[in-house]
């Protein structure tokens, strides 16, 4: 099993910037098997959708939407994933959910976070 703490999320102005961090947690043979580490968002009304997504050897994938406003970063030592947002938009507004995929098709949820960006 695996356990995803997220924090970061808040109010912030359009063009602002936040950072969420997550930290997994759990058994160790659950904890090395991961490999791929990300963010999803669910905004009211709509299904979740990918944010970013970063693998174990650090390549990393972006949902249109968010490619040049967003990076992804990893600490594998720590198994802690980060998600840096600039030049944020209304239109980010929605829950932020970590996720950590490992071998044998397990996926892993965090609890949400919310973030909320004014105009």
């Known amino acids: 099993q695996v356990q995803l703490v997220e924090s970061g999320g808040g109010l912030v102005q359009a063009g602002g910037s936040l950072r969420l961090p997550c930290a997994a947690s759990?058994?160790?043979?659950?904890?090395?098997?991961?490999?791929?580490m990300g963010w999803y968002r669910q905004a009211p009304g709509k299904q979740r959708e990918l944010v970013a997504t970063?693998?174990?050897?650090?390549?990393?994938n972006y949902a249109d939407s968010v490619r040049g406003r967003v990076t992804i970063s990893r600490d594998n030592a720590k198994n802690t994933v980060a998600l840096q947002m600039n030049s944020l938009k209304p239109e980010d507004t929605a829950v932020y959910y970590c996720?950590?995929?490992?071998?044998?098709?397990?996926?892993?949820w965090g609890q949400g976070t919310q973030v909320t960006v004014s105009s």
């Open positions: 996720n950590v995929k490992r071998n044998l098709g397990y996926s892993y």
């Open positions: 759990g058994s160790i043979f659950s904890i090395n098997r991961i490999n791929v």
């Open positions: 970063i693998a174990s050897n650090g390549s990393t």
